[in-house]
Structure formats: C-alpha cells, structure tokens
C-alpha cells in the first residue's frame, strides 16, 4: 500500500519516532552511501503557491539523495491557470514520476491529491491548514539539541491564534510526555480551544503575555511571525505586529541550554545580536530540515525502511 | 378528547413512515427539507403540529406514505433533529422503530462551511465530515480538517 504524509494527525506517536530514528540514521550514514539512496528516482515537485524556501528544501534533499526533481513554482506557466482541476493535474504529473509534494493554498488539496494519486503524496502546505513536514523537523531539531523531546518545557510565543506551524506542533508535541508548555502571545491572538483539546487531553499550559517569564523558564523557545495576511482586519495586524521582540539583551536571564526556534522566515520578532548567541537555533533547524526531509523521501519512495 | 376524534386529528396510514418527536414548530423545516429530495415528489406526506407530547410538552411529526426513505434524507434527518424517532408502518401497526442519533460520519450530502476549503473549489468534489466530540456535536472536515459545529454545518442547507 502506498504510503503518504499529509497530515500530523494521521501520525502515532511511534510512527513519528520511526521518523526521527530514520533521520538519525541517514545523518550518520557516510555522504557516499546517502549520495545513491534514491538514484533514479523522480519526484514531482508542485508548487501552486510560492515558497522558495521549502521548495529549495525539498529539491536539495532529493538531488543529494541520488534523486532528481521536476515541477513548477507558480501556476502561471501551467494548465493550471487555463482551468484545469487539481485532480487532473495530479493525474497527468503522476504518470511521469515516482513521487509528488504539493504546496497548495487550498486546506485539503494534498488530502485531494492522496486520495486520486496512486503515487505517495507528501504536504508541503495547504493553505493555513498543515505543513507535517515542518512540524516533523521541529521535533528533529529539538531531539538533536537536546538529545530527548520528553519532559521539555517549551515557549510558543506570538501568533498562536493563526499559525499552522504552532497547532500542528502543539499537536505533535502533546504525543510525548511530560511536555510543559508556556504560550505567550497578546490577549488577541491566543492558542484557540479546539487546539488545546488534543486527543491525548488538556495541556499541561500556562498562557502568558510576558516573553520574559518564557525566556527565564523554558529550555527552548519557538518564536513565530505574526503574519499579515492572515489578519482579516488591517488594524489589527497593526496593533500586536511587534508584540514580541527577542534581542540578546533579553537573553541575558535565560538558562545557559535555552535554544531558540523559529521556522523562518523571520521579520522584526528575533533581533540580528541574538544570531551569534549560543542560543540562536534557526539556522541549525534549517540544516535539520534538510535531513528530515531526506528521512520523509528515503521512506516514501522506499529508499530505507 | 375521544379517541375517535384523535383519528381524525392524525389519520392512521396503512403503509410508511411516521417521524416522530418532531420538536413542535421543526415539522415545517423537516417538510421544507424533504421537498429537496426528489425521491418524495409524489409521495403522500402529512404534517401534524403541536400535539401534546409527555416528553417534549408540545412537538409535530410527519406521516409519510411512502415504501422507503432515501438514505441521504435520513443523513439529513439524523444531522439536523437527532432525538426524533422514525416507527415504519406495516399494516397500520408499527413494524420498527429507531431514534435517530447524530451521525458518525456525514458523508457527501454537505458543504464545507470554510470557503477556502478545497471541496468547494474542485468540481464534482464531495465532502465528508467525521464526528469528533459527541457531547457538542463538533464535526472535523475531512479535507480541511476545521472543526464545525453540527449547527455551522446544517447552516450550509439553507433550510
């Protein structure tokens, strides 16, 4: 049966440490061996919306993998934009390649996709709605920085309300045990209820509008952007859109271990002084990204077990 | 009031359905509803309102001369007034009966009530929705994976 990875909520907690133990694997592995795991393999990379950055991320771990890569980045240039159905595309696309990611803006094409391909499909984003693969190299990040997930306490700081990244890794989190969680944002934005209710029951959660409570507590800290366009209302946007501001200054009561996440791209929320902190853990999330990546394709397309 | 007079009030049907425990004043909307599905275009139907009901005070119900109900009909039933029970008539008797519970799975007779939701955009596209809290009668979207209200849901019927 083909397998895909569409939503973190398909995902037990045992198939997400299947996915950290195969990054894990494929790290180690010497760069001649990871060079051929995928060789002669085609993945289709579909794009209807831009995103460079997870686009680049995907294609590098393909090519590094022996693999290679054909798609497009914006629909412009595409049937698409004469009218054709997604369900059409994915058929046509799929008769050329072993693989597909999709980014798209509508929440729910990748589950489309899945359900007419016959090939794995793997999400790249739909819309506000998920992006498992970022959720997966945010646990990567956090296992590789401090060699467990269990029993962290984690700051989730600025938009709660709206972020896909936050609710999938609230969602994901809550799997493993003991997670303490500390969410600061301001008064507008808050984790919404039907996110706090996860399968597993209540977080164990204190709300905040103090980031500096956060910064003296937490061994990691996952700032996000506060995003324009997912603010219906222009004047809202403006009044909490430097709500939180990480400078090294602030720092200064953090734990020595205390790292600092941040899926990218970054705005005003973390100051430049912070990047030659030892806390500063963007950039390495970005590197672990490329290998989770590599983890999520070895496994779909069967290039490790 | 004699129970003559009670027949006349309600006429017994022979053959069909009888939904009841409709909440008084719902029969209408329920009325309105199946008007939607062809299936009842030449089928005898009958609504009764207000009647004094021991569990609901007052409530209506529908009598409905028909061989079957179409199961998208009893999807919609279930979704919009779970409590109300529905007796199949054989030979003026009451041959069966089932109360109505809010569905499971609501599966293709439904809009997804976010607009940016891929169902809404694909042509030919259906939707499906899971029940996930039965006590609020919150539902997940399949695709989108929001959660609705049974309410937010039944919104989209227009009815």
Known sequence: M???????????????????????????????????????????????????????????????????????????STSVAKGESLSDTIRTVEQYCDAIVIRHPREGAARLAAEVSRLPVINAGDGANQHPTQTLLDLYTLQHLFGRIDGLRIALVGDLKYSRTVHSLVHALAKFSGIEFVLVSPESLRLPEYVKAVPEGRLQARETTDLNEAIA???????????????????????????????????RRAKPHLKVLHPLPRVNEIAP??????????????GYGLIMRQAILASLLGGMS | MSPEEKV??????????????????????????????????NVLITLGQHYSSRRLGRKDLLKIQANELPSRFLQHLALLMPGVTVKRIRDFKVAEKVV????????????????????????????????????????????????????????TLNI
Do not use: W
């Not at chain 1, 002084?273 to 970005?286: E, I, L, N």
């Not at chain 2, 006349?8 to 599905?37: C, S, T, W, Y």
């Open chain 2, 100 to 155: 109505m519970e809010t569905p499971d799975l609501v599966h293709e007779i439904l809009r997804c009530p976010n607009p940016n939701c891929i169902t809404n955009h694909e042509r030919g596209m259906g939707t499906t929705f899971h029940l996930v809290e039965r006590e609020t009668k919150t539902f997940r979207c399949n695709h989108c994976e929001r959660h609705f209200t049974q309410t937010a849901l039944t919104a």
């Open chain 1, 273 to 286: 002084d912070v990047d030659a902190t030892p806390h500063a853990a963007y950039f390495p999330q970005v």
């Open chain 2, 8 to 41: 006349l009030l309600i006429p017994k049907i022979e053959n069909g359905f009888v939904i009841d425990h409709i909440p008084a004043g719902a029969g209408g909307r329920l009325l309105h509803l199946m008007q939607r599905h062809r299936e009842f275009d």
């Open chain 1, 2 to 76: 083909k397998r895909d990875l569409i939503s973190i909520e398909d995902l037990s907690l045992r198939k997400i440490l299947e996915f950290l133990d195969l990054a894990r694997r494929i790290e180690g592995m010497p760069l001649a061996e990871r060079a051929h795991l995928l060789d002669g393999r085609l993945l289709g990379v579909l794009f209807f919306e831009p995103s460079t950055r997870t686009r680049l991320s995907f294609e590098a771990a393909m090519l590094r993998l022996g693999g290679r890569t054909i798609g497009f980045s914006e629909v412009a």
């Open chain 1, 217 to 251: 507590t937490c061994d990691a800290i996952y700032m996000t952007r506060i995003q324009r366009e997912r603010f219906p209302d222009p004047l809202e946007y403006e009044k909490v859109k430097d709500s939180y501001l990480l400078d090294r200054a602030a720092l």
